[in-house]
């Protein structure tokens, strides 16, 4: 079976080039991709949702084309600090993907409103985004792009503009997520502890234009807890990912 | 809590229009004011209470003209947008004939559609979308540009077309600007349809301005100033209630 994810040698930029011999594959895993600001991580992600082209080389997504992987519906996309839409309540949020692009089939057997109690939000189904605090509406944008039930998730720093406590309880739902249903998640974050406590495996990214200078694999057992946080192991791995970005 | 203070700012509004009334009142009996120079608030009162037939059908005339322009121009003006907001190259093309429209004097090409389009309603509807056209026109272009990047990449990886990111996403980002687009628009439908009759008819508000004008009839004259100000306060109210009704989620409608 083909990795959901495959990217081989592949460059992108848009004036100046950004990406450059980019090679990664995803399965069934969750990937971190860990790098400096403005080292091109958004736009590798944006390259796997098919938003933009490839100068070179070629994306693969589930076996074809990010656009024809869009058009049948597969993809998750959690952005940094989400306004969702403003005049729709926490509900029609969450059932915007279902409305549009309606001839894809969705294989999603949890509803809109069972994704809004799974992630807490019973209380404010029917609240506005501006009566929302930023973690409630960061878990809006994951419930949404959750709905469609798509084999691929890819997350832009989704915790970012958080507080630390909020995103504790966050990387807690994450982790839930993804450890209940198996599924192919690229994780961006400039957060080395975040990736490593997250993922399966880190790539990191650097230079410029940016290449993957460095992989690792996190054998962190799961269900991960906060506990194993302080355990030994956690800041090997993170001073491994370290080294790799400096 | 708001009703109470919108209950206050119109009690202030009034107080401000009963003092000025007053003081002319005052003023225009103290100095015995002639009535063709500047006639007593009382005066024009009374001629509006005698004359409020004809105000109320010459009043309807010009709203109804006015209402016609702003319905065309608006409309004309947000079709041209979304092509805008659609293509580049359409852009570089309409905008500077957009600009054109704007900058020609609607009061010297007045009399031009007066003879175009004759007497009739035509020529006034005409000059009222004309001048509506332009800031319309703007604030759709806008409106439509501005949502949210993000948002519209998300709606990209789910396969959404461009008719459903159109319609979900563009029209209701632009609405706030459509809102105050539309605002802009009423007041000038309004003194469009009058500068329209000023300059040739036989019905409208702005006729009977023109001919209390030739006759120095100025109770008639600041009686249709008086229902045209009216009016334009009731449509700006409208559109303040619409605005609420469907802005409720933008920041500005919760802070007001």
């Known amino acids: 079976m083909p990795a959901a994810i495959a990217l081989h040698g592949v460059s992108a930029g848009y004036t100046a080039p950004v990406l450059r011999d980019i090679d990664l594959e995803v399965g069934n895993e969750v990937v971190a991709i860990v790098g400096r600001s403005g ?104 419930a949404r792009s959750l709905v469609i039930d798509p084999e691929v998730l890819l997350m832009d720093e989704p915790l970012a503009s958080l507080d630390e406590l909020t995103r504790d309880d966050l990387r807690d739902e994450l982790l839930r997520l993804w450890e209940g249903r198996a599924r192919s998640v690229v994780y961006v974050t400039h957060d080395i502890e975040e990736a490593v406590f997250l993922a399966d495996r880190v790539a990191v990214i650097g230079g410029r ?27 090997d791995l993170v001073e491994e990912v370290r080294k790799h970005l400096e | ?104 004097p609607i009061i010297a090409i007045a009399p031009l559609f007066t003879l175009w389009f004759g007497f009739g309603t035509a020529p006034k509807v005409a000059i009222a979308a004309l001048i509506t056209f332009f800031p319309m026109l703007v604030n759709s272009f806008v409106g439509l540009r501005s949502a949210d990047l993000q948002e519209v990449a998300f709606l990209e990886t789910l396969g959404a077309s461009g008719r459903e990111i159109f319609r979900h996403l563009r029209v209701p980002s632009a609405l706030p600007y459509l809102f105050s687009g539309a605002r802009i628009s009423l007041n000038l439908a309004l003194i469009g349809a009058v500068i329209g009759e000023w300059t040739g008819a036989d019905r409208g508000l702005g006729r009977v301005i023109f001919v209390a004008n030739a006759n120095l009839d100025l109770t008639i004259l600041f009686g249709a100033v008086l229902v045209l100000a009216a009016i334009g306060i009731a449509a700006n109210a409208f559109v303040g209630v619409a605005e609420r009704r469907l802005l409720h989620w933008h920041p500005i409608a919760v802070a007001t």
């Open chain 2, 1 to 104: 809590m708001t009703a109470r203070r919108t209950l206050i700012e119109l009690a202030v509004a009034l107080g401000a229009i009963v003092a000025i009334a007053v003081v002319l009142e005052v003023w225009t009996r103290v100095m015995s004011v002639p009535s063709y120079l500047l006639p007593a608030p009382s005066a024009v009162a009374a001629r509006m209470l005698a004359d409020a037939g004809l105000l109320a059908r010459e009043g309807g005339i010009t709203l109804s003209e006015a209402a016609g322009g702003f319905v065309i121009g608006t409309g004309v003006a947000f079709v041209l947008a979304t092509a805008m907001a659609w293509s580049r190259p359409l852009e570089h093309t309409l905008f500077p004939l957009a600009i054109l429209v704007k900058l020609t």
């Open chain 1, 209 to 235: 234009p940016a290449r993957i200078v460095g992989g690792v694999e996190i054998s962190l057992a799961r269900p991960r807890t906060k506990v194993m946080r302080r355990g030994p192991g956690f800041y």
């Open chain 1, 39 to 142: 080292s091109g991580k958004t736009t590798l992600l944006r390259l796997i949702a098919g938003l933009i082209e490839p100068t070179s080389g070629t994306v693969d997504l589930l076996g074809v084309a990010p656009a024809v992987a869009r058009r049948r519906k597969r993809i998750g996309f959690v952005a940094q600090d989400s306004r969702l839409h403003p005049w729709r309540t926490v509900r029609e949020n969450v059932t915007l993907p279902l409305e549009v692009n309606r001839r894809a089939q969705t294989n999603g057997h949890v509803s809109a409103d069972e994704w809004v109690a799974r992630m807490g939000l019973s209380d404010a189904i029917d609240a506005y985004p501006h009566q929302l605090s930023g973690g409630m509406r960061q878990r809006v944008a994951l």
